[in-house]
């Protein structure tokens, strides 16, 4: 599976962003998917995941409420609407892909920067 990530960009804090993560190489609809951050100097960390088909989804606490992440697997993308930003939102954004029944995330995009200014 090949995963493309982008969206990224600059934007003040309370502002919007959209990331896109367009997936190629595999039957989409059969993908749990994910997007991961990481900030500098931190550990990478789950931000939005989302069920294969699309009917579950689980966010960190830190996005609950502000992000949204959502799947269409006729056009094989997967999207992540950022509203209410703040400057600790401030990261390289990865989206990733599992089999439905794996356990580890083994295909990942090259990752999209987001900065978000206070």
């Known amino acids: 599976v090949q995963l493309q990530a982008s969206g990224g960009g600059l934007v003040q804090a309370g502002g919007s962003l959209r990331l896109s993560c367009t997936a190629s190489g595999r039957a989409f609809s059969r993908i749990s998917m994910a997007w991961f951050r990481q900030a500098p100097a931190k550990e990478r960390e789950l931000v939005a995941a989302?069920?294969?088909?699309?009917?579950?989804?689980n966010y960190a606490d830190s996005v609950k409420g502000r992000f949204t992440i959502s799947k269409d697997n006729i056009r094989s993308t997967m999207a992540l609407q950022m509203n209410s930003l703040k400057p600790e939102d401030t990261a390289v954004y990865y989206c990733?892909?599992?089999?439905?029944?794996?356990?580890?995330?083994?295909?990942w995009g090259q990752g999209t920067l987001v900065t978000v200014s206070s």
């Open positions: 989302i069920s294969s088909r699309g009917g579950a989804t």
């Open positions: 990733a892909g599992r089999e439905v029944a794996g356990t580890r995330y083994e295909w």
